[in-house]
């Protein structure tokens, strides 16, 4: 790469660099404390629910969902993965991620599905995102069916069932949870407060550019420590909506093998530096 090329991919959504000149320069830390500076710079929701989201990086919706709508989508959920359309299957160390598309899911056929698709989080998420994500904006919309088949001794330390970040600037992910969940069936695990910025993350995010500079970043014990930040087990019933900022330290609790769980999953992220740049997308 060029230096030119170098420089203009600080500005954008790659989560690392390439360049070792400029990761010993320190621009991986650079790039987060520029993107944090132009998401502050935005005006934020006075919503109670976003203030929490905004402080703890994670926000946790009971009966998210009327119970009748939330039956009657359930059943839409049945029938449209027993046709097995438009899914794809992901292998995340001996578990197994199934998801289903609903891009292009028919409305008439599966309404609470489509309703599902075209809004309800939208509001929630352009207040945590500080910009405006519009109602025909789907955030990726899927169902997503995890199967257990991991235990402690075969867990892949690449694998999400260990502590990590998505990127270096705030992004956000979506479940409103089908079925119970706890940490035997692969529960959603996050460390409140992670998501802020503070020396000590900074200076992890220096080292992890300077070394092995992976594309998400693995937390470490000594990290957490550092930070005197404790995980939390996302242990829930069905019918509960939980948002999450994921450039916060998050995993999957390691289950029990051949139990499973299913999810509406929604994924936002943008570009950070936008406002720098006068323009917006989603990245990959």
């Not at 987060?32 to 905004?54: F, Q, T, W």
């Not at 809004?119 to 994500?133: D, H, I, M, Q, T």
């Not at 999450?244 to 530096?273: D, V, W």
Request: charged residues 25%.
């Amino acid at each position: 790469m060029s230096t030119l090329s170098d420089l203009t991919r600080i500005f954008t959504v790659a989560k690392t660099l390439d360049s070792r000149a400029l990761n010993l320069a320190g621009a991986q830390p650079f790039r987060a404390l520029i993107a944090r500076g132009l998401y502050d710079v935005r005006p934020k929701s006075h919503d109670p629910l976003i203030a929490e989201l905004a402080r703890t990086g994670i926000v946790v919706c009971e009966n998210f969902l009327l119970s009748d709508a939330f039956e009657d989508l359930t059943r839409e959920v049945d029938e449209y993965m027993g046709a097995n359309v438009n899914s794809t299957v992901i292998q995340d160390g001996a578990d197994e991620i199934r998801r289903y598309s609903l891009g292009k899911v028919d409305p008439t056929r599966f309404p609470q599905l489509a309703q599902w698709r075209s809004n309800p989080v939208n509001a929630l998420v352009s207040g945590a995102e500080r910009r405006s994500v519009g109602r025909n904006f789907d955030g990726g919309a899927l169902i997503e069916h995890v199967t257990i088949g991991v235990d402690e001794e075969k867990a892949n330390p690449q694998d999400n069932t260990h502590l990590h970040i998505d990127t270096f600037f705030n992004t956000h992910k979506v479940w409103l949870y089908l079925d119970d969940v706890d940490a035997e069936n692969g529960a959603f695990v996050f460390v409140p407060g992670s998501h802020l910025l503070d020396r000590v993350r900074l200076w992890h995010e220096y080292l992890e550019s300077t070394g092995e500079n992976r594309r998400s970043r693995r937390i470490g014990d000594d990290e957490l420590k550092e930070r005197g930040l404790q995980q939390r087990v996302v242990e829930c019933r069905r019918n509960t909506l939980v948002v999450a900022n994921t450039c916060g330290y998050h995993s999957r609790s390691i289950g029990k093998p051949g139990t499973s769980r299913r999810a509406l999953h929604k994924e936002f992220r943008f570009n950070p530096f936008s406002l720098a740049l006068g323009s917006q997308r989603k990245a990959g």
